[in-house]
């Protein structure tokens, strides 16, 4: 049985606030803490545990988000919008009250559409003119609104001030999304373009290449005494890095870790590129607080095979920890794939690693 993730609802929202280049890195973490949570007590538990983290989490990113953006110009561009958002809300209220002439109840139907309307557009032209304007936007009409209905609880009713506490800010981001959606087809176009003209190139450089490379440049794989020698040296590398990560101490893997490092495992949904999209991924991991105690685990059958500077090691890795019960048990088994490589002065560095789950064994048919 595939393990618990998080209610899709609470990834959509976290995929539009957070930056491209920390997505999946906490998405990744949520859903593997998720998981853990969820086997230890109720998928239920593991479940509020989710919204506390993103309800935590929204105040810290939006900040963080107005401060890498230049924070003053962002936030500028987010009050103008939500200001003319409001002007274009009550002039479209006022319109469409003096042509349908309709009762309270209808006026306040119509102030809800009008009112979520404009947000989408104002998310569209705060992102058109600054990227990570809609964020701010969407936190501005959150704090808003939150204020008027603690401050005015009796100008409208709750079921009003629910709707645009939760769907005034996603409104905003959707606007702001349909500008990135937008962006980025002009975007492909010219690409595609400038595409036509370098697959030529790129065609001749192969031809140039494939023509001039000597047969001599592919070194024979090793045998013997050297191959021991060479699993002795990988398996303590990854035994110093392995004690620190069942810690949630990530520094030990990072500095392993090659400039132009690739990255899979079960919760990334694409390929991580290069040691910086590795450490804003392993960032989170520092704060975090782990659902279980005294970790460890067991590395099963390693193997490395060499061919010049390459060496691919692969492995079982069995993790244990105890869980609030007090009791030992088996957390996770991993089928590990590293794949090292002479760095610079000669070190071995990791260029490529993979994660996977060991496949539960299937119960033979009675």
């Known amino acids: 049985m595939n393990p618990p993730t998080p209610p899709r609802i609470v990834i959509r929202l976290l995929e539009s606030l957070l930056p491209e280049e920390y997505r999946d890195a906490v998405v990744g ?3 593997e803490e998720s998981a853990l949570r969820a086997r230890a007590s109720t998928r239920a538990t593991a479940t509020w545990w989710c919204w506390g983290q993103v309800a935590r989490s929204i105040p810290l990113v939006l900040g963080s988000d107005l401060q890498r953006r230049h924070w003053l110009g962002t936030l500028g561009v987010a009050i103008a919008a939500y200001v003319a958002a409001s002007v274009l809300e009550s002039v479209g209220v006022a319109v469409v009250s003096r042509l349908l002439h309709p009762d309270d109840r209808l006026t306040i139907v119509l102030s809800v559409i009008v009112g979520l309307a404009t947000m989408v557009l104002g998310g569209y032209a705060a992102a058109s003119i600054r990227q990570g304007a809609a964020r701010a936007l969407a936190g501005i009409i959150l704090i808003v609104v939150a204020v008027l209905m603690v401050t005015m609880p009796d100008s409208a009713p709750l079921w009003y001030g629910l709707t645009f506490l939760i769907a005034g800010p996603a ?3 959707a ?3 349909l500008s990135l959606i937008q962006r980025a087809g002009g975007l492909i176009a010219r690409r595609r373009a400038k595409g036509r003209i370098m697959r030529r190139g790129i065609r001749l450089a192969v031809l140039i290449f494939s023509c001039g490379l000597p047969a ?6 090793q045998t013997g005494g050297s191959m021991d020698f060479l699993l002795d040296e990988l398996v303590a590398l990854e035994r110093s890095a392995l004690d620190r990560w069942i810690r949630l101490e990530p520094q030990g893997y990072l ?4 400039p132009d490092v690739t990255y899979f495992d079960v919760s990334t949904e694409r390929r991580i590129d290069s040691l910086a999209a590795m450490q804003a991924r392993l960032a989170p991991m ?3 607080k782990p659902p279980f105690s005294e970790p460890r685990y067991e590395r099963v059958a390693p193997r490395v095979q060499q061919h010049g500077d390459v060496a691919l090691l692969t492995f079982n890795l069995i993790n244990y920890g105890k869980l609030f019960d007090g009791v030992e048990r088996e ?6 794939t590293e794949v090292y490589a002479r760095v610079g002065n000669s070190s071995w560095k990791i260029i490529h690693s993979h994660r996977s789950y060991v496949q539960p064994p299937q119960a033979s048919a009675p």
Do not use: E, F, H, V
């Not at 001599?216 to 794989?221: D, G, T, Y």
């Not at 500095?255 to 090659?258: K, Q, R, T």
């Not at 957390?331 to 590990?336: D, E, F, G, Q």
């Open 216 to 221: 001599s440049c592919a070194a024979p794989a």
């Open 29 to 31: 973490d949520l859903i």
């Open 175 to 177: 606007g702001g999304r």
């Open 171 to 173: 409104a905003a981001l």
């Open 331 to 336: 957390l996770a088994r991993w089928n590990s």
């Open 286 to 288: 520092k704060t975090m």
């Open 255 to 258: 500095d392993l870790y090659a």
